[in-house]
């Protein structure tokens, strides 16, 4: 289940730990590859351990759907202590520094963007809005 939980979402450098189902969402519990660990967002360097970010409370990035259900990583990052950058939270290799989204997902989004304009119904699918009756381009709010 791990191998296609990682050929599924399209990991790399990442080792799937486990996975639940939370009300309508699927949770990947994930870490990086030992060798990806502890290494700044900045420049990439393997760093120091200096504390657990969010007193060791695992963060959620929201990945690509699973058989149309919602699906996030899980995974508690730490702080490192760069030399030249000074503390930073790790880089993780599924998503950009600082976002709470994987990097297909973001890429996704992005193309979604450029491609639909936003009556189009995968695009309200995915900002789980239904259109507005009243306007041809508004998407409703959602109930």
């Known amino acids: 289940m791990k191998s296609l939980l990682l050929l599924a979402l399209g990991l790399a450098r990442t080792v799937v730990l486990g996975a639940r189902i939370e009300a309508e969402r699927i949770v990947v519990s994930v870490r990086p590859y030992k060798r990806e660990q502890r290494r700044c967002p900045v420049c ?32 508690a990052p730490c702080r490192v202590r760069c030399p030249e950058h000074g503390v930073r939270t790790e880089a993780v290799p599924w998503a950009r520094h600082g976002a709470r989204f994987t990097r297909d997902f973001e890429d996704w989004v992005a193309w979604l ?6 009556a189009s119904l995968g695009f309200t699918r995915l900002t789980n809005t239904r259109p507005n009756p009243t306007s041809a381009n508004a998407p409703a709010k959602p109930a």
């Open 113 to 118: 963007a450029v491609r639909c304009d936003s």
């Open 44 to 75: 990439g360097r393997a760093c120091d351990f200096y504390d657990m970010a969010n007193r060791g409370a695992p963060r959620l990035w929201r990945a690509m759907d699973l058989a149309r259900s919602a699906c996030y990583l899980e995974y």
